[in-house]
């Protein structure tokens, strides 16, 4: 059996404190598998190796980091055609709880070698890939100020905490045009949230997903702007249904398009942060991406 292929974001969490290529490689071997093992410190390097990967023979190639590492690594591996396997070695790895995979690098490698392959949806705005979701709004510019911040020295954490106080001071809207099944929805909102299947948005679900292959995107928005609206908005993630608010939007479908009167916008994918033409046009990749996840009981 051919050697799998292994790239790790060496700036991904503290799990990887003290390994090395050829500790990694030792813990796939202690499991019968042969590894490449590529250590990655930029996303360009990860790129690199992630298409180097594609061309070689290798059929499972391995992304080991948070959402935006298996995210970049994701595009190329289906592309490819080939099979992605996932260590979560982020800090939030919420595309890896939602396929079940074990959250210890030790287990997560157990999955890998037992191989079982499950058939998931990607989907995909302008061209673009992506696993989790994509907004426009407040998070992506909460994103590019938590980077400046970040770059005068801040740490990720206070970093963040400064951004999202400006971003909730400002507390900017968006008007936007919302196409989707032959429905026109014209909305003044502080963000749009478009999900790769429906996201569970009740207490202590937020943020899971209960199917990642139902072919279908969920689109999210708020009526209610300013802080005001931020604050509610808060405040009803953490103590009551979001559905069940009449200021919050909730709609299902296979495609979307989304003008603004901006030629271009912040638009934000697993995390990353990027500038696109306007209209954007997202839309569901129903089973596009073969991954190693454990057997469902």
């Known amino acids: 059996m051919s050697a799998i292929e292994v790239i790790i974001n060496t700036g991904s969490g503290s799990v990887l404190e003290g390994e090395t290529e050829k500790s990694l490689r030792q813990r796939f071997i202690a499991h019968g598998v042969r590894a490449n093992v590529h250590l990655a410190k930029t996303g360009g390097e990860i790129e690199h190796f ?71 949806d990607l989907a995909e705005v302008n061209g673009r890939v992506f696993i989790n979701n994509s907004s426009i709004g407040l998070y992506p510019q909460m994103v590019r100020n938590r980077e400046e911040q970040q770059r005068l020295g801040y740490g990720k954490w206070r970093a963040a905490f400064w951004s999202w106080l400006r971003i909730f001071r400002l507390s900017p809207f968006l008007k936007v045009n919302i196409k989707l099944d032959d429905k026109e929805f014209l909305r003044k909102t502080p963000f749009v949230f478009v999900g790769n299947n429906e996201y569970e948005m009740d207490l202590y679900n937020i943020g899971r997903r209960p199917s990642l292959a139902d072919g279908k995107l969920s689109i999210y928005f708020l009526h209610r702007g300013g802080r005001v609206g931020v604050t509610a908005l808060l405040f009803r993630t953490v103590f009551q249904r979001l559905k069940q608010w009449r200021d919050f939007e909730a709609v299902s479908t296979d495609e979307i398009t989304i003008s603004t009167r901006k030629k271009k916008i912040l638009v934000a994918f697993d995390g990353e942060v990027a500038v696109m033409q306007t209209p954007l046009n997202y839309r569901s990749l129903p089973r596009a991406l073969k991954v190693i996840a454990p057997v469902k009981e």
Do not use: C, M, W, Y
């Open 50 to 120: 992630a298409r180097e990967a594609a061309k070689g023979e290798a059929e499972i190639i391995v992304a080991g980091g948070g959402d935006g590492t298996i995210s970049s690594v994701a595009a190329v591996v289906h592309k490819a055609g080939k099979t992605l396997g996932i260590l979560p070695l982020g800090t939030l790895n919420n595309f890896s709880k939602d396929l079940g995979i074990p959250q210890s690098l030790e287990d997560a490698i157990k999955v890998i070698a037992a191989r079982n392959v499950a058939t998931i």
